[in-house]
């Protein structure tokens, strides 16, 4: 475990066009603690209290805690209940039956962005469990939305991991959220930070699904030799009319069945993320592809600078299904911007 973002447990008695280049195929499997060979999990009721004191009715950091949560309960459903305590109670208390969310100095949590503290029944006796956790977020983190090519840790990501934590997973040193160390992976859109397929597979298999459908994203960020890179440096690179040029990015389908083909494509956009996720913009090359479930893996795709081009600078964007003919659990994840950028000269 890292500094960045730790875990803390305490038992208790109470109960196709592509060029391939394929870095890794399918999700590398999840983590989690087993009890006389059965999951340690969430069983019955499972409630949330929302820290008023410290993440607020609206704002970022609001929207950030709903994003962190929606990523894993919308996919098996395991709460029942949101509740937000007092705005007086600015405290978060381990061990009171309460599972609470809320924000907290970053000291008091040994300097790390994030901690889960979860309590667990004793194996020993047979109880296999979770009875309650309590996951807390450095206040001085950014909870803004990045692009989808930032290399750091946000607010945003780490609520994410956290949650990942909430429902009984460990750290894995693969390509998830639940990272044992930072940065987080993001995908694009207008919310980036989301969990992967080998998180996802986790979730699968530990709650099950409450809806069989694919989940397709990209990611301009990949895990290279273990640790988190942008997959094409960032450099401004000049380049020609009628020049033959490459991307590199990272594809995935986080859902439990398998997409079917789907169109994607590669765009050069002289508009900066996030209105250019969705803007109309110059097709540099369509391709077909497919992702069966749970299934990642990094491509290189081919393709030409159009000689119709202006001269100028150029974002370049990744965009799976834009066609919109795949049924997904979740759309608005489906484009990322690479850290490279094209300078049409000539």
């Known amino acids: 475990m890292t500094n960045s973002m730790r875990i803390r447990v305490f038992f208790t008695l109470i109960s196709t066009l592509l060029t391939l280049f394929t870095v890794s195929g399918d999700a590398e499997a999840a983590s989690w603690r087993t009890c006389n060979g059965s999951a340690v999990k969430w069983r019955g009721t499972v409630n949330i209290h929302r820290n008023r004191c410290s993440i607020a009715d609206t704002g970022l950091a609001n929207s950030a805690y709903w994003n962190g949560i929606r990523q894993w309960d919308n996919l098996s ?3 029942d209940g949101f509740f937000v305590n007092p705005a007086s109670d600015c405290s978060i208390s381990h061990g009171d039956g309460q599972n609470e969310v809320g924000r907290v100095n970053r000291s008091a949590i040994d300097g790390a962005n994030g901690l889960t503290i979860s309590q667990l029944g004793l194996c020993f006796i047979g109880s296999n469990d979770i009875d309650e956790a309590d996951v ?14 930032f290399l750091g840790t946000t607010g945003r990501s780490t609520f994410v991991h956290e949650f990942g934590h909430f429902f009984g997973f460990l750290h894995v ?3 998830a959220v639940l990272r044992t160390s ?4 993001l995908t694009g859109g207008s919310e980036p930070s989301t969990n992967w397929p080998n998180d ?17 994203l990209p990611s301009a960020l990949g895990v290279v030799s273990g640790a988190v890179q942008r997959l094409n440096s960032a450099a401004t690179v000049n380049v020609c009319r009628g020049s033959a040029r490459t991307v590199r990015v990272y594809l995935g389908n986080s859902g439990s069945v398998a997409s079917g ?9 002289p508009t900066s993320p996030i ?30 600078v159009p000689n119709s081009l202006p001269n100028g600078t150029y974002f370049i964007y990744v965009d799976m299904d834009h066609t919109h003919t795949i049924t997904e659990l979740r759309e608005g994840d489906n484009s990322t911007v690479s850290a490279m950028k094209f300078q049409v000269t000539c």
């Open 77 to 79: 459903h395991v709460v």
């Open 136 to 149: 807390m977020i450095a206040n001085d983190l950014s909870f803004t939305a990045q692009w989808g090519n």
């Open 173 to 175: 040193n693969a390509h």
């Open 182 to 185: 930072p940065p987080h992976l």
């Open 200 to 216: 996802t597979a986790g979730m699968h298999a530990l709650y099950g699904f409450s809806s069989n459908r694919p989940n397709l």
């Open 261 to 269: 083909t789907y169109n994607l494509r590669v765009r050069l956009s």
């Open 275 to 304: 209105p250019g996720y969705t803007l109309g913009t110059t097709v540099a090359k369509n391709f077909t592809h497919s992702l069966g479930a749970f299934s990642q893996g990094t491509f290189d795709l081919g393709f030409t």
